[in-house]
C-alpha cells in the first residue's frame, strides 16, 4: 500500500503530447527481456526502441509481477534517448487488489506519467458502463477491445481513457503492441 499511496491521480504532465512510450516484458529461459518504445502520439510512428535483459531474481507469483519485471523496465526506459511525455504500460495500475500495479510501481520509482493497459481482468467489478469498481472506488474502465485501463501514475483516470482510446487502432493500444513485438524480436535473438 506504500506504493499505492505515492501515486498522484490527477493529470502531472506536458501537453500536449509529442511522445508516446510503451514497455512490455519477454522471458526467455531465466532472463527477463523488457523492450521500451517511443512513438510519436500524432501520426503513431515508432520512433525508437530499446531493452534491457536481466536474470529473474523473484519467482512468479499473481500479483506481485512487479517484483518480477520492474527492474528490467527500468533499464529499458533508461536506455531511452528520447524522453515520453507518458508511458504506457502492459499491467495494471490502479486496478489492482492492493492499488498498485506495474503501472504503479514504475510511475512512482521513476517519476514519469503512467498508465496501465492490460490484456486481462484482475480485480474489482465491472459496471454497465465500463467502469471497474470496488464498492465506491473506481479502480480503472474496460475498453469493448478488452483492454483494462487504469491510472500508473501523474494522470487521472479520465484523462488515461482518452489517451488509450486514441492509441488504440486495433485491439490493443500501438504503444504496448510495438513494445510486445520488440520483446519478442529480441527474445528470438537472445542466446541463454
Do not use: W
Not at 48 to 71: D, W
Not at 143 to 157: A, D, E, Q, T
Request: with cysteine.
Amino acid at each position: 500500500m506504500i506504493i499505492a499511496k505515492k501515486a498522484i491521480e490527477q493529470d502531472d504532465f506536458s501537453k500536449p503530447l509529442k511522445y508516446v512510450g510503451g514497455i512490455d516484458v519477454a522471458f526467455k529461459s531465466n532472463f527477463s527481456i523488457a523492450s521500451a518504445v517511443v512513438l510519436d502520439f500524432e501520426n503513431l510512428n515508432v520512433l525508437e526502441k530499446s531493452f534491457y535483459v536481466t536474470q529473474v531474481k523473484v519467482p512468479y507469483i499473481p500479483t506481485y509481477l512487479a517484483f518480477r519485471e520492474i527492474m528490467a523496465m527500468v533499464g529499458a526506459i533508461r536506455k531511452l534517448s528520447i524522453k515520453p511525455d507518458i508511458v504506457l504500460v502492459d499491467a495494471h495500475g490502479k486496478c489492482h487488489p492492493r492499488r498498485a500495479g506495474e503501472a504503479t510501481h514504475l510511475g512512482v520509482l521513476l517519476n514519469i506519467p503512467t498508465i496501465g493497459v492490460a490484456k486481462s481482468y484482475l480485480t474489482g467489478k465491472e459496471r454497465g458502463d465500463g467502469y471497474i469498481v470496488d464498492g465506491d472506488e473506481v479502480l480503472g474502465y474496460r475498453l469493448k477491445s478488452n483492454v483494462y485501463i487504469s491510472v500508473g501514475h501523474k494522470i487521472s483516470l479520465k484523462t488515461a481513457i482518452e489517451i488509450v482510446e486514441k492509441l488504440t487502432i486495433n485491439e490493443l493500444p500501438e504503444p504496448t503492441r510495438q513494445a510486445h513485438i520488440y520483446a519478442n524480436e529480441v527474445k528470438s535473438l537472445l542466446k541463454v
